[in-house]
């Protein structure tokens, strides 16, 4: 961000204009997420009656219930192991799309546009649409496949159908990023590269990917905290099952406070979530990013 | 990737390649969209052995699906979506025009409002919950419009800041020294050429809340505020599967997404491939 230093304004005016801009954002964050955010660490340590009121000091009790609860447990492994595998797919699977679509000169921007769709699509549509596609006896899949798998009520199959309409989904956001950032990489870096007698593999190392270097480590970020929101898809495509196997962090804490309003330990169902997945950014952001800025390749 | 290097029956081969894996690649993204649309158009959406395209085609599940209520959650998104995009694209431009010319707070409010996507939505919304059943929020536009502003601000704030970056401090400064006032100045100058960010934040924005379930399922419990994800989800939790209406209310709920993408594609790539990922 480039920081401007304004020389002929006069100090006081510029300072009454930059925060009145900002208040607006500033102040309804504050309200309507911070505040609310607070609110649920503080009422992850009370207990709550049925009506939803605020009850007696609860200690820990809230977090020892949800720490000790195996379906907790499980979808908390669930959920981690879903974002492990559906992202890494999603980027491997979108580079090797964005390599072959800027192959395409002509029909490169075409391709792009007409792979947009899936990602801008409800989670819901998309669990809708797999549910139906992998039905076992209805569905598109098992026919085409010549597979005869219950998809939604068995494992392992129930987990593969979470990651595989996941990946439907979201591959399609590493393929526009990483086609309009080698867009951008100008030709003669690839000239010189021949000149100097590199060969294919040479100039994909040493040319391309350096470039795309930025863009993996930023929408690996964003997608992998995004992926770790995983509820509406799993709520439509499986409902959690077969049991509980595919209940997610965000799924469990709802259940919570919503299906068995235990808005505390909803709460603290939350508080743990929320740390759960600060803690994969960190790593991700530590293993990527931070890099990025420490690293001297140009 | 260039061919030059090969002879020109390789490179035939090469190119023949990769023209079926780039068919390959759209059957896959488009198959399922088309057995949505081909669901909602079949007699008998059901079949087993399934029919990829139906014998026999219907607009009965169009009907049944516009008579039996379902306008009522398109009026609704259409509301929401609207209005909460627009107020979180006038709060975010400004946001986003004092961030990049004066950068307040050293950084620190850039970080905090970006910071947002950290929140997950069902965590702030348990609290949020509690809040909106004192202020009677509940099952009410109003309370969908205002939770959405977590996910709309921060959002169109980032898309913005990329936008402001490109319009030169000097263009501004050009236009003081002319005696023009900073109001004047940022809406003559500044705003008309971040116009297609605006544009760019706007859809994206506007995708997002037309899209959002998570929120909707627990503020909104009647269909005097729910949206089309929660009745779209209703066919597995409550109405039982209805495949012919289930892919007929699916394709109304992508049109305008698809139709937004198709018309406005130039603005719609560069705010999703600036903004990398959305919240």
Known sequence: MSTVSYTDIDWSRRRTITWLFVAPAVVTLLAIAIYPFLKMLYDSFFAFNSAGQLGPFAGVANYAYVLTDHVFDHATLFTVGFVIVSVSVELLLGLGVALLIDSFGRFRQALVVLSLPPMMFSPIVTGLTWRMLLNGTYGIVNYWTGLNVDWIGHQPWAYLGVVVSDIWMWTPLFVLVFTSTLHSIPDVYYEAGKIDGMNRWQRFKWITFPQLRTAIAITLLLRLIRAFKLFPKVRVLTSGGPGSSTVSLAMRTYQYAFSFFHLGTGSAAGVVYWFVMLVAAMIVFRALVGDLFTSTEG | ?279
């Open chain 2, 1 to 279: 990737m260039d061919t030059d290097d090969l002879t020109s029956y390789s490179r035939l081969f090469v190119r023949g390649t990769l023209v079926v894996l780039a068919l390959a690649w759209l059957c896959w993204i488009w198959i399922p969209v088309g057995w949505d649309f081909f669901r909602g158009l079949a007699v008998h959406p059901q079949t087993a052995p399934p029919h990829f395209v139906p014998h026999q085609l219907t607009l009965v599940h169009y009907q049944q699906l516009l008579t039996g209520g379902f306008l009522t959650y398109v009026r609704n998104s259409a509301i929401v979506t609207t209005t909460s995009t627009v107020i979180s694209i006038v709060v975010a431009t400004l946001a986003a025009y004092s961030i990049n010319r004066y950068n307040p707070g050293d950084g620190q409010v850039m970080m905090f409002i970006l910071g947002m996507r950290f929140l997950p939505p069902i965590a702030v919304v348990i609290p949020l919950y509690m809040m909106f059943l004192k202020f009677h929020l509940i099952d009410s536009w109003y309370g969908l419009i205002v939770a959405y502003l977590t996910i709309g601000i921060p959002i169109s704030t980032w898309i913005m800041l990329i936008f402001f970056r490109r319009v030169p401090v000097a263009l501004e400064e050009a236009c003081w020294i002319d005696g023009w006032s900073r109001l004047q100045t940022l809406r003559r100058v500044v705003l008309p050429l971040v116009a297609p960010g605006i544009a760019s934040a706007a859809i994206i924005t506007a995708i997002l809340m037309w899209n959002e379930y998570t929120m909707a399922l627990v503020l909104t419990t009647t269909n005097s505020a729910q949206t089309i994800p929660i009745y779209l989800a209703g066919f597995v939790t409550t109405r039982g599967i209805l495949w012919g209406q289930m892919g007929a209310a699916t394709m109304i709920a992508i049109t305008p997404i698809i139709v937004i993408a198709f018309l406005l594609q130039e603005r719609l790539v560069a705010g999703f491939s600036l903004e990398g990922s959305d919240g």
